[in-house]
Nanobody, 127 residues
Framework: QVQLVESGGGLVQAGGSLRLSCAAS????????MGWFRQAPGKEREFVAV????????TYADSVKGRFTISRDNAKDTVYLQMNSLKPEDTAVYYC????????????????????WGQGTQVTVSS
């Protein structure tokens, strides 16, 4: 079992930046493909970004491509989401999640393929 704890959320003006962190414990993070998802009020949880075990492959949702960057430091068992040029529509609770399957196996965009989730961190972007 792996425990995931997100941090780094907060209130920021449109155009600003935030960096989210996701710290893992209980298992070695390098065992997992890692993803970030978000859920806005009244909406379903949606895929944001995913990174392979080594960090060599990444994929982004079209809505964040070019603005967000996912990265990982396996030595620190931590995954990051750098968010730049934030927009009000980025307002949501952001979750990190771990996936046992390799990056190119199955559907890496599907929330149901991720076994462990953090508690979430709120990101609010004001206009």
């Amino acid at each position: 079992q792996v425990q995931l704890v997100e941090s780094g959320g907060g209130l920021v003006q449109a155009g600003g930046s935030l960096r989210l962190s996701c710290a893992a414990s209980g298992r070695t993070l390098s065992e997992f493909t890692m993803g970030w998802f978000r859920q806005a009020p009244g909406k379903e949880r949606e895929f944001v970004a995913v990174i392979s075990r080594s960090g060599g492959s990444t994929t982004y949702a079209d809505s964040v491509k070019g603005r967000f960057t996912i990265s990982r430091d396996n030595a620190k068992d931590t995954v990051y989401l750098q968010m730049n040029s934030l927009k009000p529509e980025d307002t949501a609770v952001y979750y990190c999640a771990s996936r046992s399957r390799s990056y190119y196996s199955g559907n890496r965009y599907g929330a149901n393929e991720y076994s462990y989730w953090g508690q979430g961190t709120q990101v609010t972007v004001s206009s």
